[in-house]
Nanobody, 120 residues
Framework: QVQLVESGGGCVQAGGSLRLSCGAS????????MGWYRQAPGKQRELVAS???????DYADSVKGRFTISRDNAKNMVYLQMNSLKPDDTAVYYC??????????????WGQGTQVTVSS
């Protein structure tokens, strides 16, 4: 089994910054793509940023230039640096990972979510 644990959420004023972290542990052979999703009340879940095992990244248009996703493969960690935060960034942020287990099974896992609140 694989567990994703997130940290770094909180409350910040508009224009501020937060850094989210997510660590994967358990029966991991390797991790393919990792990503951050978010969901605000009454809205659909959306992909914020993703990163492949090779380091290729993709971002939602709404966060380009403000957010940076990165990963540390040796530590099975993924990060989301969020700068110039806006009230519209307020949401629960979820870590996602496609994991190849030690028994050679690929599965998708999710973190528990961390609340990010940006005040105006």
């Amino acid at each position: 089994q694989v567990q994703l644990v997130e940290s770094g959420g909180g409350c910040v004023q508009a224009g501020g910054s937060l850094r989210l972290s997510c660590g994967a542990s358990g029966s991991i052979f390797s991790i393919n793509a990792m990503g951050w999703y978010r969901q605000a009340p009454g809205k659909q879940r959306e992909l914020v940023a993703s990163i492949t095992s090779g380091g290729s990244t993709d971002y939602a248009d709404s966060v380009k230039g403000r957010f940076t996703i990165s990963r540390d493969n040796a530590k099975n960690m993924v990060y989301l640096q969020m700068n110039s935060l806006k009230p519209d960034d307020t949401a629960v942020y979820y870590c996602n990972a496609n994991v190849r287990s030690s028994i050679n099974v690929d599965r998708e896992y999710w973190g528990q979510g961390t609340q990010v609140t940006v005040s105006s």
